[in-house]
């Protein structure tokens, strides 16, 4: 593995930036990181771009070191990362459709967000008069006996919107492209010019499932940027929401993968323990998804007793409930059968992809920001990150059941440990330039967040969601499964919808 | 044989009776479902709602749907209603039982599904395709199924008539019988998998790519809709009906024997459905779905085991 020091990218050090080092580059040593990507040494975090330079946020996992690069873009275009490492694909299609620059090299060129439906081409770049409608082609697929299945982007049940292009033969699956961009709503566009409190509030809703994550996020690039200390009752209670989120999630997850192969008295029994959570949450917070709870400068509530034994009480009747859903998961053939060797991903590709959360941490790749890049108060908790290495169905429950006993073990930690004192601090108004990033654990993932600040609202903030580089995979993992098994896998990585669409 | 007037009033008592249980049935099994997941679940009478708000609504047609689309429902429905007539239910030896045998039961079936599956093709989707190929699979295999089912029931009996097997059975000279309960699983299976129940099909689901009968009939709505969905509560009826006589016609009353023993064999009948109801809702629950490709194995299950059943009969006519 390469450190920083040993990649020896020259640029000059943005000052303003932070934690992390921001270096901006020229084309070469944009190229040169390119290639470390490509090797594996380095794990690409994300790709975004502003009117006239790209940025890109990389990450050394074993040494926990991450840097951010940038590359001035003033003749409109750069030079493609998505040519030599694919996970950079979608993230360039979308720069190109919100700024106009070019990556130069791409081997699809095709719009990503863009419907030509915005009335303007480039949003945020250029701005230019739209063109005529262009038409999306699907990827080519050619063979004999193939048939073509399009599905979505409305489904007959009431999830998110997205198209799924299946080609098959017969009930195989040949090949599965995914076309989403349905639920785009701006908010990147939002953002610029929005002020700390309101991006905070739309960080919270870039997606739903998340908005806890999303929300330490953003407060905490917010707050590396201002070069403020959030007191340590703060960072706990901060804790102990995404804990909670990420138990509520994993719960409905477990039971809505069983509910898809038809097997509903498990997603009863989950569903009940959700309710659970989630009601202790809204006695403790508030707000059963504990939204706009995270607010830069530490939380916008204290926890009060009454709110701490609601939540203990949950803790216990999970703990209590829990192990006999887990046996009749394990003990039920017919709900084995279709979840043991269901949608293989490979390690090589979790590891290309930096897939995070469950997705990763199903096909080997051992990562958890919580760990790995050790953010208070994680530092002090004592947790073990599940791994495993089949990649299937199967795997991809077993680590949200075992990420189940692991959260509520945290959570238990941070009531019995949590400290007294003050759980806000008000924000220093400023009108230089600041940079902050930050990386959080969600629960389906790293959740990145970068924002620039000036003259003391938002210039331009970016947030990426596990998801970019989750989707990508779910096309590989169903090739040569059944076209019935799509939904089971399609649950098993349960991506968002909203979080890619912005 | 004079057909009276009596005849004719009771089989037509038999046709209301399989008319409006068919959907209590299925708002019994959804219920003990629901109770079973600690929900309190829909009302029993939910499945007749349906049935009215869907009667209510117009009927969307795509552009290019042919006569075929439009006449399947009231063929399906028309087969099925009449399969459904002729299998005794409170009473043997109704009118229709002579006309008919369990063959043209299944015959009847059988061209329903025929006219489902060609309806589901006729608009051209990718959903009515796959759900017309997966429905058409499984027919293919639960229809042999089915037949050696028959033989070996009719082996026995010495007859193919309902009414006389189920007066066979009833009557203290059969005793148990190795072939008859090897029948009788494999009868359960084809139910499972011709009604589109777990672990062939889900009939509450909504991913439609798992779908097999909600596949095939995606495109249908209104009137049409329900009368298929009436069809589907009939034949899950039906089939009840004849497992609880052809392996259980203890209860049932001969054609003829007055109106107590009628009233007798209604209560015990509608007992009987709620028992095999309750024990389908129990056993949906406990079990997870199959992949597609398990359905052949579990339907040439069934294919052998009334394969066994018959040939038994032939080694020995006690077995």
Same mark, same amino acid.
């Given at each position: 593995?390469?450190?920083?020091?040993?990649?020896?990218?020259?640029?000059?050090?943005?000052?303003?930036?932070?934690?992390?080092?921001?270096?901006?580059?020229?084309?070469?040593?944009?190229?040169?990181?390119?290639?470390?990507?490509?090797?594996?040494?380095?794990?690409?975090?994300?790709?975004?771009?502003?009117?006239?330079?790209?940025?890109?946020?990389?990450?050394?996992?074993?040494?926990?070191?991450?840097?951010?690069?940038?590359?001035?873009? %003033?003749?409109?275009?750069?030079?493609?990362?998505?040519?030599?490492?694919?996970?950079?694909?979608?993230?360039?299609?979308?720069?190109?459709?919100?700024?106009?620059?070019?990556?130069?090299?791409?081997?699809?060129?095709?719009?990503?967000?863009?419907?030509?439906?915005?009335?303007?081409?480039?949003?945020?770049?250029?701005?230019?008069?739209?063109?005529?409608?262009?038409?999306?082609?699907?990827?080519?697929?050619?063979?004999?006996?193939?048939?073509?299945?399009?599905?979505? %982007?409305?489904?007959?049940?009431?999830?998110?919107?997205?198209?799924?292009?299946?080609?098959?033969?017969?009930?195989?699956?040949?090949?599965?492209?995914?076309?989403?961009?349905?639920?785009?709503?701006?908010?990147?566009?939002?953002?610029?010019?929005?002020?700390?409190?309101?991006?905070?509030?739309?960080?919270?809703?870039?997606?739903?499932?998340?908005?806890?994550?999303?929300?330490?996020?953003?407060?905490?690039?917010?707050?590396?940027?201002?070069?403020?200390?959030?007191?340590?009752?703060?960072? =706990?209670?901060?804790?102990?929401?995404?804990?909670?989120?990420?138990?509520?999630?994993?719960?409905?997850?477990?039971?809505?993968?069983?509910?898809?192969?038809?097997?509903?008295?498990?997603?009863?029994?989950?569903?009940?323990?959700?309710?659970?959570?989630?009601?202790?949450?809204?006695?403790?917070?508030?707000?059963?998804?504990?939204?706009?709870?995270?607010?830069?400068?530490?939380?916008?509530?204290?926890?009060?007793?009454?709110?701490?034994?609601?939540?203990?009480?949950?803790?216990?009747?999970?703990?209590?409930?829990?192990?006999?859903?887990?046996?009749?998961?394990?003990?039920?053939?017919?709900?084995?059968?279709?979840?043991?060797?269901?949608?293989?991903?490979?390690?090589?590709?979790?590891?290309?992809?930096?897939?995070?959360?469950?997705?990763?941490?199903?096909?080997?790749?051992?990562?958890?920001?919580?760990?790995?890049?050790?953010? %208070?108060?994680?530092?002090?908790?004592?947790?073990?990150?599940?791994?495993?290495?089949?990649?299937?169905?199967?795997?991809?429950?077993?680590?949200?059941?075992?990420?189940?006993?692991?959260?509520?073990?945290?959570?238990?930690?941070?009531?019995?440990?949590?400290?007294?004192?003050?759980?806000?601090?008000?924000?220093?108004?400023?009108?230089?330039?600041?940079?902050?990033?930050?990386?959080?654990?969600?629960?389906?993932?790293?959740?990145?967040?970068?924002?620039?600040?000036?003259?003391?609202?938002?210039?331009?903030?970016?947030?990426?969601?596990?998801?970019?580089?989750? =989707?990508?995979?779910?096309?590989?993992?169903?090739?040569?499964?059944?076209?019935?098994?799509?939904?089971?896998?399609?649950?098993?990585?349960?991506?968002?919808?909203?979080?890619?669409?912005? | 044989?004079?057909?009276?007037?009596?005849?004719?009033?009771?089989?037509?008592?038999?046709?209301?009776?399989?008319?409006?249980?068919?959907?209590?049935?299925?708002?019994?099994?959804?219920?003990?479902?629901?109770?079973?997941?600690?929900?309190?679940?829909?009302?029993?009478?939910?499945?007749?709602?349906?049935?009215?708000?869907?009667?209510?609504?117009?009927?969307?047609?795509?552009?290019?749907? /042919?006569?075929?689309?439009?006449?399947?429902?009231?063929?399906?429905?028309?087969?099925?209603?009449?399969?459904?007539?002729?299998?005794?239910?409170?009473?043997?030896?109704?009118?229709?039982?002579?006309?008919?045998?369990?063959?043209?039961?299944?015959?009847?079936?059988?061209?329903?599904?025929?006219?489902?599956?060609?309806?589901? +093709?006729?608009?051209?989707?990718?959903?009515?395709?796959?759900?017309?190929?997966?429905?058409?699979?499984?027919?293919?295999?639960?229809?042999?199924? +089915?037949?050696?089912?028959?033989?070996?029931?009719?082996?026995?009996?010495?007859?193919?008539?309902?009414?006389?097997?189920?007066?066979?059975?009833?009557?203290?000279?059969?005793?148990?019988?190795?072939?008859?309960?090897?029948?009788?699983?494999?009868?359960?299976?084809?139910?499972?998998?011709?009604?589109?129940?777990?672990?062939?099909?889900?009939?509450?689901?909504?991913?439609?790519?798992?779908?097999?009968?909600?596949?095939?009939?995606?495109?249908?709505?209104?009137?049409?809709?329900?009368?298929?969905?009436?069809?589907?509560?009939?034949?899950?009826?039906?089939?009840?009906?004849?497992?609880?006589?052809?392996?259980?016609?203890?209860?049932?009353?001969? /054609?003829?024997?007055?109106?107590? /023993?009628?009233?007798?064999?209604?209560?015990?009948?509608?007992?009987?459905?709620?028992?095999?109801?309750?024990?389908?809702?129990?056993?949906?629950?406990?079990?997870?779905?199959?992949?597609?490709?398990?359905?052949?194995?579990?339907?040439?299950?069934?294919?052998?085991?009334?394969?066994?059943?018959?040939?038994?009969?032939?080694?020995?006519?006690?077995?």
């Amino acid at each position: 593995m390469a450190s920083l020091d040993e990649l020896k990218l020259q640029g000059r050090r943005v000052t303003e930036h932070g934690p992390w080092p921001r270096l901006v580059v020229d084309a070469a040593h944009w190229s040169r990181a390119t290639l470390e990507l490509v090797a594996g040494r380095w794990s690409l975090l994300s790709l975004w771009g502003e009117a006239d330079t790209v940025h890109m946020a990389m990450l050394e996992p074993q040494l926990g070191e991450a840097v951010v690069i940038s590359l001035p873009c %003033p003749s409109g275009s750069f030079p493609s990362v998505g040519m030599l490492h694919p996970p950079a694909l979608r993230l360039e299609r979308t720069i190109h459709d919100l700024f106009g620059l070019v990556p130069e090299g791409s081997p699809d060129p095709r719009p990503w967000l863009d419907r030509d439906q915005w009335g303007v081409r480039f949003p945020l770049g250029p701005r230019l008069p739209p063109s005529a409608p262009r038409g999306y082609q699907m990827l080519p697929v050619e063979g004999e006996g193939l048939h073509q299945i399009a599905v979505g %982007p409305v489904h007959a049940g009431i999830i998110e919107p997205g198209h799924f292009r299946f080609t098959a033969n017969g009930e195989t699956v040949v090949r599965l492209e995914e076309r989403l961009g349905y639920v785009h709503k701006g908010i990147d566009g939002l953002l610029i010019g929005a002020d700390l409190e309101r991006g905070a509030q739309l960080a919270g809703r870039v997606s739903g499932d998340s908005t806890v994550a999303y929300a330490i996020a953003f407060a905490r690039a917010a707050e590396a940027a201002l070069g403020i200390t959030v007191p340590p009752r703060a960072l =706990w209670l901060r804790a102990l929401c995404a804990e909670l989120e990420r138990l509520a999630n994993h719960l409905g997850d477990i039971g809505g993968v069983c509910n898809d192969v038809a097997f509903a008295l498990m997603l009863s029994h989950c569903s009940v323990l959700r309710e659970n959570v989630l009601r202790a949450a809204e006695r403790a917070f508030g707000h059963r998804l504990m939204r706009d709870v995270v607010v830069p400068g530490g939380v916008a509530r204290d926890l009060d007793d009454t709110g701490k034994g609601s939540i203990r009480q949950m803790a216990k009747t999970v703990r209590q409930r829990f192990p006999e859903l887990i046996e009749l998961y394990d003990e039920t053939a017919s709900l084995q059968d279709r979840t043991v060797t269901t949608g293989r991903l490979s390690a090589e590709l979790a590891q290309q992809y930096a897939a995070g959360g469950y997705v990763g941490r199903a096909s080997g790749r051992d990562f958890d920001a919580r760990r790995d890049l050790a953010y %208070p108060p994680y530092d002090q908790l004592r947790f073990k990150v599940p791994v495993l290495s089949e990649g299937d169905v199967n795997a991809r429950v077993w680590i949200r059941i075992r990420e189940v006993k692991q959260s509520i073990g945290l959570i238990e930690q941070m009531l019995s440990e949590l400290p007294d004192g003050e759980w806000r601090v008000p924000l220093p108004a400023t009108l230089a330039p600041a940079e902050g990033v930050a990386l959080v654990e969600g629960f389906r993932g790293d959740v990145l967040a970068w924002l620039r600040l000036k003259d003391g609202v938002i210039a331009r903030c970016h947030l990426r969601d596990p998801s970019w580089f989750q =989707w990508p995979l779910l096309e590989a993992a169903i090739e040569g499964n059944i076209v019935a098994d799509f939904p089971v896998c399609n649950k098993s990585f349960n991506c968002s919808y909203s979080g890619v669409d912005l | 044989m004079g057909v009276t007037l009596d005849d004719i009033l009771v089989q037509g008592l038999q046709m209301l009776l399989v008319f409006t249980l068919a959907p209590l049935l299925t708002g019994f099994i959804r219920k003990v479902k629901a109770r079973l997941m600690r929900k309190r679940g829909p009302s029993l009478l939910q499945p007749y709602r349906d049935l009215l708000r869907l009667l209510r609504k117009d009927v969307v047609l795509a552009d290019n749907a /042919s006569w075929l689309f439009r006449a399947t429902p009231y063929v399906t429905f028309a087969a099925i209603w009449v399969a459904a007539a002729l299998v005794p239910t409170f009473a043997t030896g109704l009118l229709f039982n002579w006309m008919a045998d369990l063959i043209v039961i299944v015959a009847l079936l059988g061209t329903a599904r025929f006219f489902l599956a060609l309806a589901g +093709m006729d608009v051209g989707t990718a959903f009515g395709g796959l759900g017309s190929s997966r429905e058409v699979m499984i027919a293919a295999l639960a229809e042999p199924a +089915m037949l050696l089912i028959v033989f070996c029931v009719a082996l026995v009996a010495g007859s193919s008539q309902l009414s006389t097997i189920a007066n066979f059975i009833a009557s203290a000279q059969v005793g148990l019988r190795v072939s008859l309960g090897l029948a009788m699983i494999a009868l359960i299976m084809v139910a499972l998998a011709e009604n589109a129940r777990i672990p062939v099909d889900n009939p509450s689901t909504h991913l439609e790519l798992t779908m097999v009968h909600e596949a095939m009939i995606l495109e249908y709505s209104g009137r049409h809709l329900a009368l298929i969905e009436f069809g589907a509560f009939l034949k899950l009826l039906l089939y009840v009906s004849l497992l609880a006589c052809l392996f259980f016609p203890w209860g049932i009353a001969v /054609s003829g024997a007055g109106l107590q /023993s009628y009233v007798v064999g209604t209560a015990v009948y509608v007992v009987k459905l709620a028992a095999v109801g309750f024990l389908l809702a129990l056993f949906e629950t406990a079990t997870a779905k199959m992949r597609v490709f398990r359905v052949p194995q579990f339907l040439g299950a069934a294919l052998m085991l009334g394969l066994l059943g018959t040939l038994l009969l032939f080694v020995s006519k006690s077995l």
